[in-house]
């Protein structure tokens, strides 16, 4: 079974709708990442949780600890937004901060 | 902006043969990862790597891999002798503190753009 699971696997969307990417994980963690996957390959840290919400631009993240659920929320979409979004946590079991992937979620919004 | 750089960007070899993928971490940055996807599945975690020694490393981390901290700022994975099934991205990455051990917080981690490995 995966640690780390999110949903929905594919998305698609129109440009300036609002997306929800869920996230959740069945093990006790430090943080949790989001990343994004562009499609060249190339990983970029989106955000670092470990409790609450953040956000940047037109990103936001939230987590529940007690539900080990994890949100990724993208506000007015846009085209450039397509990409592959992936959850990953750091285990508090570990004696280093290795991260776990989920399997991510691909995101592709239409003009 | 500070970043991790990876060479090559693309690498093919044939099976049986040997492959180094180099990676410059961050400077200032002091603990050190391996990880790679196979084309269409998940990324994986290979090894961690703090103060010039192997942190830990995961099951696929077998004898034919090593990594190494030759001088101070490259960071290496070499692959003794590559089979058709080594044949992913492999992504460095590095955070500015060690890892902790069941502590409040974690790190975040700087991804390099990844070296596409192909066996033949």
């Known amino acids: ?111 | 902006e500070p970043e991790v750089t990876q060479t090559p960007s693309h690498q093919v070899t044939q099976m049986g043969q040997e492959v180094i993928l180099r990676c410059v971490p961050i400077s200032n940055h002091l603990y050190f990862y391996w990880y790679r996807q196979i084309l269409g599945q998940k990324v994986e975690f290979l090894v961690s790597f703090y103060n010039n020694e192997i942190s830990e490393k995961s099951e696929i981390f077998d004898d034919q891999f090593s990594v190494e901290r030759p001088d101070g700022s490259n960071f290496t994975l070499k692959i003794r002798s590559t089979k058709l099934e080594d044949s992913a991205m492999y992504f460095c990455a590095s955070s500015s503190t060690p890892g902790t051990s069941g502590g409040d917080y974690s790190y975040e981690q700087y991804f390099g753009p990844g070296t596409r490995l192909t066996v033949t």
């Open chain 1, 1 to 111: 079974k995966n640690e780390v699971e999110q949903s929905p696997q594919n998305l698609t969307a129109q440009e300036g709708e609002f997306i929800t990417i869920n996230c959740s994980y069945s093990v006790g963690i430090s943080a949790l990442h989001w990343l994004q996957q562009h499609p060249g390959g190339g990983i970029v840290s989106l955000f670092m949780l470990s409790s609450g919400k953040k956000k940047h631009g037109r990103l936001i993240a939230t987590i529940n600890i007690q539900e080990k659920h994890s949100s990724l929320h993208i506000t007015a979409s846009h085209p450039r937004d397509s990409a592959v979004y992936i959850c990953a946590v750091s285990r508090l079991s570990d004696n280093t901060d290795k991260l776990i992937f989920g399997t991510g979620t691909r995101l592709q919004v239409f003009p």
